[in-house]
């Protein structure tokens, strides 16, 4: 009885820690334009970081993320989707920004998430895992914890690729159907003009 109510004990403080500090934004970056994000970390914390362009222009974008002493931290161009994981190695803010500065035109909507883990050695008190605690069932806790949360940054990745999806569908769509109304406009207008070309060209060759 006692290894079951250490196991669901483990379970939920470990459960609540590995889903702590999420958070999603979809937000729109001009052309010409940076927005950046803060995200305040714990040293050792594990910083999951997911984005999409999920409209606008070539779907692309320029990301880079600094730690709190102003170092970079990861850095890329021209990106359309991406999946970065870190381990902070400072306590602070750190920060997340993306650039639309190569678009000269074209607006971008960027889908981004940021999943915080915190460092379970330091979070869990270490009077809990005592020698007696730390058991199989625990440990299986913490193996199944670890999953829910890669399942749950699939989940979300898979949400922003159906979002651009569903954009680039429509936006399809869109240009579909424009397209389709020009077409028929000028076959009707070439209608009219051969009739019309026709008729004249008879009334010219009618004897006199």
């Not at 379970?11 to 940076?34: A, D, K, M, T």
């Not at 690729?161 to 240009?175: G, K, L, V």
């Not at 424009?178 to 009618?206: G, N, P």
Request: hydrophobic share 40%; net charge negative.
């Amino acid at each position: 009885m006692n290894h079951y109510i250490t196991f669901v004990c483990g379970y939920f403080l470990i459960l609540s820690i590995f889903l702590n500090g999420s958070q999603g934004f979809i937000f729109q970056v001009e052309p010409h334009e940076e927005i950046c994000w803060k995200q305040k970390v714990e040293q050792h914390d594990s910083v999951a970081v997911l984005f999409k362009v999920i409209k606008g222009g070539f779907l692309d974008i320029d990301i880079v993320i600094w730690s709190p002493e102003n170092k970079e931290v990861y850095q890329n161009v021209r990106e359309t989707e991406g999946h970065y994981t870190f381990r902070a190695e400072v306590t602070g803010s750190y920060v997340f920004c993306f650039s639309n500065r190569m678009s000269t035109l074209t607006s971008k909507v960027v889908s981004f998430e940021v999943n915080v883990v915190d460092d379970i050695q330091n979070q869990i008190d270490q009077d809990f895992l005592k020698d007696e605690h730390v058991d199989p069932l625990l440990e299986q806790a913490m193996q199944i914890t670890e999953l829910l949360h890669s399942v749950q940054a699939e989940q979300r990745y898979t949400r922003m690729r159906d979002i651009a999806h569903t954009n680039t569908n429509e936006s399809t769509h869109a240009r579909v159907l424009w397209w389709s109304i020009f077409e028929s406009i000028v076959l009707i207008t070439m209608s009219f003009w051969q009739v019309y070309y026709l008729k004249r060209y008879f009334e010219d060759q009618r004897p006199v």
